[in-house]
C-alpha cells in the first residue's frame, strides 16, 4: 500500500482492553482471557490494515494476554502450591487505568470556554448540528467503535479485489478537504452517503483515515444511536 499513516488518538492499549470489557459487559475481577485476547488481536489486524502506527505497548500487551491464556490453559501440577490468578495483575492495571480516565472525563466535563462558556457574539454550533427527531438518543463514539464499524465495512465487500492499474491519484489530504466541503453544505452525514459509489477498498481506507483525522482535529464528531447502527457525522466546526 501506497500511504503510512501515523495517528495519536489511541490512548494506548488498555483504553482498548478497557472498551471490550465494557462492550461485553465482563467483570473486571474474572475476565475471559480466551474472549478479549481473540477480539483484542482482532482489533490490532484492522490497525495494520490501515497502516495505523501501532506503539510497541500495543504489542506487549497483545503477547501479555497469550502468555495469561496459555498460562490458565495449563492443568494444575500436584503437590505444587496453588498459583495465584494470573489475570490479577492485568486486573489491577485496569482498575487504575479506569479509575484515572474516569478522573480526566470529570475534569473534560467542566465548563471550557469555546466549547461550554462563550464569548459575546460567539454561539455554540455543536448541539445545533445534531440531526432532530431521532426514535433513538445518539450517542457520541469514539475511536474503536469507528473501527469495528470500518471492519464490518470492509467485510462486506465480500470479494478480493483483482490486482489492477489504478489511474486515479488519491491522497488522505484531498478526500479530508471533500470530506469538509460536503459537511459544510450537509452538516451532517453518514459514513454511506460519504462513500456514495465508491465502495472500493481503497476510497474505505482514505475515508476511514480521513474522519479519523477531523475527529483528532475535533472539526467533526461521530455518533450513533445503536451498536449496529449507521455512524453519523456532524460538523462542529464554521464553514
Same mark, same amino acid.
Given at each position: 500500500?501506497?500511504?503510512?499513516?501515523?495517528?495519536?488518538?489511541?490512548?494506548?492499549?488498555?483504553?482498548?482492553?478497557?472498551?471490550?470489557?465494557?462492550?461485553?459487559?465482563?467483570?473486571?475481577?474474572?475476565?475471559?482471557?480466551?474472549?478479549?485476547?481473540?477480539?483484542?488481536?482482532?482489533?490490532?489486524?484492522?490497525? /495494520?490494515?490501515?497502516? #495505523?502506527?501501532?506503539?510497541? %505497548?500495543?504489542?506487549? @500487551?497483545?503477547?501479555?494476554?497469550?502468555? &495469561?491464556?496459555? !498460562?490458565?490453559?495449563?492443568?494444575?501440577?500436584?503437590?505444587?502450591?496453588?498459583?495465584?490468578?494470573?489475570?490479577?495483575?492485568?486486573?489491577?492495571?485496569?482498575?487504575?487505568?479506569?479509575?484515572?480516565?474516569?478522573?480526566?472525563?470529570?475534569?473534560?466535563?467542566?465548563?471550557?470556554?469555546?466549547?461550554?462558556?462563550?464569548?459575546?457574539?460567539?454561539?455554540?454550533?455543536?448541539?445545533?448540528?445534531?440531526?432532530?427527531?431521532?426514535?433513538?438518543?445518539?450517542?457520541?463514539?469514539?475511536?474503536?467503535?469507528?473501527?469495528?464499524?470500518?471492519?464490518?465495512?470492509?467485510?462486506?465487500?465480500? /470479494?478480493?479485489?483483482? #490486482?489492477?492499474?489504478?489511474? %486515479?491519484?488519491?491522497? @488522505?489530504?484531498?478526500?479530508?478537504?471533500? &470530506?469538509?466541503? !460536503?459537511?459544510?453544505?450537509?452538516?451532517?452525514?453518514?459514513?454511506?452517503?460519504?462513500?456514495?459509489?465508491?465502495?472500493?477498498?481503497?476510497?474505505?481506507?482514505?475515508?476511514?483515515?480521513?474522519?479519523?483525522?477531523?475527529?483528532?482535529?475535533?472539526?467533526?464528531?461521530?455518533?450513533?444511536?445503536?451498536?449496529?447502527?449507521?455512524?453519523?457525522?456532524?460538523?462542529?466546526?464554521?464553514?
Amino acid at each position: 500500500m501506497s500511504y503510512e499513516i501515523k495517528l495519536d488518538i489511541f490512548e494506548g492499549p488498555l483504553d482498548l482492553l478497557l472498551y471490550l470489557i465494557r462492550k461485553n459487559e465482563i467483570d473486571i475481577h474474572n475476565i475471559p482471557i480466551a474472549l478479549i485476547t481473540e477480539q483484542y488481536l482482532g482489533y490490532l489486524d484492522v490497525m /495494520r490494515s490501515l497502516n #495505523l502506527d501501532l506503539a510497541g %505497548e500495543y504489542l506487549v @500487551l497483545a503477547a501479555t494476554l497469550i502468555h &495469561i491464556k496459555s !498460562r490458565m490453559l495449563l492443568p494444575p501440577v500436584e503437590g505444587e502450591e496453588e498459583e495465584a490468578d494470573p489475570r490479577a495483575e492485568l486486573a489491577r492495571q485496569v482498575i487504575e487505568y479506569k479509575a484515572v480516565k474516569e478522573a480526566a472525563l470529570s475534569l473534560e466535563s467542566l465548563p471550557q470556554l469555546g466549547r461550554d462558556v462563550f464569548a459575546l457574539g460567539a454561539k455554540p454550533d455543536e448541539e445545533a448540528n445534531l440531526p432532530e427527531g431521532d426514535e433513538e438518543p445518539l450517542v457520541e463514539i469514539g475511536v474503536f467503535e469507528l473501527v469495528a464499524a470500518f471492519r464490518r465495512v470492509i467485510v462486506g465487500l465480500g /470479494r478480493v479485489e483483482e #490486482l489492477a492499474i489504478d489511474t %486515479e491519484k488519491m491522497s @488522505l489530504t484531498d478526500r479530508i478537504n471533500e &470530506i469538509m466541503e !460536503r459537511l459544510s453544505q450537509e452538516r451532517q452525514l453518514t459514513f454511506t452517503e460519504l462513500l456514495g459509489e465508491r465502495q472500493d477498498r481503497k476510497s474505505i481506507v482514505y475515508t476511514f483515515l480521513a474522519i479519523l483525522e477531523l475527529i483528532k482535529l475535533r472539526m467533526i464528531r461521530a455518533y450513533q444511536a445503536g451498536s449496529f447502527d449507521q455512524i453519523r457525522l456532524v460538523l462542529t466546526v464554521e464553514e
